[in-house]
């Protein structure tokens, strides 16, 4: 089945810095979405992104699928960004299943 | 608010007892979802329902048992649970299955003494 990693597994910023988080995948896709999971476990929908590139507020989103990744950019981080993200990857060919990966663990302190 | 609840948020259960969880959309969609996340490990989907008809079992042991009676509601019944089987559980649901945007639930956490 499709692969999917995400760099890095751990990331440290003071607020208001900006960071860039990535997720390969191993083969073409029909849905990829990047999710925020908080304290409390709710994973928040970030961005749905087989393709192209999104912008949502300090939140930005680019999938190149010919070159299998994605990147989220978290720009000006604040405290309330911590928790973390995970990219999400559903395959075109095969069973229709959404494959997570590890996610990245993101820490933003004051 | 996503627009996908689900009930209990914890749950504390021995393995002999026998219980149900809820979850519910409010989106109009079709398909339905069941995932696991153990500590340390990705989220696993367990099962899927796809206008109501179970099209996803993956391996996952007979002591869950999914339910979906329609589109907006599904059930994970839970009997003779062990230790490793707690977890957080989260719903979700898409329009349908295959390449839709999934919405999730808060999760239930689940500690099985």
């Known amino acids: 089945g499709i692969q999917v990693e995400q760099s890095p597994p751990d990331l440290i910023l003071q607020e208001g810095a900006n960071s860039t988080l990535r997720c390969n995948f191993s083969?073409?896709?029909?849905?990829l979405q990047w999710f925020h999971q908080n304290p409390w476990g709710q994973l928040i929908n970030l961005f749905y992104i087989p393709s192209g590139t999104k912008q949502n507020g300090r939140l930005s989103a680019t999938t190149v699928a010919t070159e299998r990744y994605s990147l989220l950019y978290i720009s000006s981080s604040q405290t309330t960004d911590s928790g973390v993200y995970f990219c999400?990857?559903?395959?075109?060919?095969?069973?229709?299943?959404?494959?997570f990966g590890t996610g990245t663990r993101l820490l933003v302190s004051p | 608010e996503t627009g996908v609840t689900q009930t209990p948020r914890h749950l504390v259960m021995g393995m002999t007892n026998k219980k149900s969880l809820k979850c519910e959309q409010h989106?109009?969609?079709?398909?339905m979802y069941w995932y696991k996340q153990s500590a340390k490990k990705p989220l696993e989907l367990m099962f899927v329902y796809n206008f109501k008809e179970q099209t996803e079992n993956n391996s996952v042991p007979s002591r869950f048992s999914p339910e979906c009676p329609n589109s907006s509601h599904l059930f994970l019944h839970l009997h003779t649970l062990q230790p490793e089987d707690s977890a957080l559980y989260l719903c979700?649901?898409?329009?349908?299955?295959?390449?839709?945007?999934?919405?999730f639930g808060p999760g239930t956490r689940l500690t099985v003494t």
């Open positions: 083969d073409s896709v029909n849905n």
């Open positions: 989106l109009g969609h079709n398909a």
């Open positions: 979700a649901s898409s329009q349908s299955q295959g390449g839709n945007e999934q919405y």
């Open positions: 999400a990857v559903e395959g075109n060919t095969g069973f229709q299943k959404l494959v």
